[in-house]
């Protein structure tokens, strides 16, 4: 049984950091997509970072160069370290799952998802 459970999420000030840690339990990162997704008060959920069995990383365009996804697979975990976050980058991030080789994109191609983490960016 796949379960997901997200932390690290908090108040920080513009221009900060936080790490988000998104641990999975019945998960094979080798066969699994993991990504992070995040949903901002009163817009839709959104994708934010993916990373394939095979490392592969890719990222909106609007966090590349200030967000980074990465796995520990003996810890059975996935980070995505935030930077340089911005007021806009406020929203609840959520981690999700599923079984493929390449990345997905659309929401419905995911079968696991955490209950979220909250990160608001104020100063």
Known sequence: QVQLVESGGGLVQ?????????????????????SW?????G???ALVASITGDGITNYTDSVKDRFSVSRDAAKNTV???????KPEDTA?????ATVATSI???E????????????????
């Not at 980070?79 to 976050?85: D, K, M, S």
């Not at 609840?92 to 999700?96: D, E, I």
């Not at 209950?115 to 104020?122: I, K, L, W």
């Open 14 to 34: 513009p221009g900060g950091s936080l790490r988000l840690s998104c641990k999975a339990s019945g998960v094979n990162f080798r066969l699994h997509v993991m």
């Open 37 to 41: 997704y995040r949903q901002a008060p």
């Open 43 to 45: 817009k839709e959920r």
């Open 79 to 85: 980070y995505l370290q935030l930077n340089n976050l």
């Open 92 to 96: 609840v991030y959520y981690c999700a």
């Open 104 to 106: 997905r994109a659309r």
């Open 108 to 123: 419905d191609e995911y079968d696991y998802w955490g209950q979220g983490t909250q990160v608001v960016v104020s100063s």
